[in-house]
């Protein structure tokens, strides 16, 4: 299982949160997402690749850093 942090600036709020989650977690061969709002990041567990959560994320409607 590989483990992957995404950081993304724009997370303000539990609707971010939300939304990012709902999205990532429709991503096959993601087990587990948790979004950090604090910290402004994304955590996702699982064999999925990183071009289809990068997508998730962006599909929900926020930006990665870098």
């Known amino acids: 299982m590989t483990t992957r942090v995404y950081q993304v600036p724009e997370i303000s ?3 971010c949160k939300h939304s990012i989650e709902g ?5 096959p061969g993601v087990s587990r997402v948790e979004v950090t709002v604090a910290s402004k ?3 996702v567990e699982g064999s999925a690749g990183d071009t289809d959560i990068r997508a998730a994320i962006d ?3 926020y930006d990665i850093a870098g």
Do not use: F, L, M
């Not at 999205?23 to 991503?27: G, I, L």
């Open 13 to 15: 709020c539990d609707h």
């Open 23 to 27: 999205e990532v977690s429709k991503v």
């Open 41 to 43: 990041t994304v955590r």
């Open 59 to 61: 599909q929900a409607g």
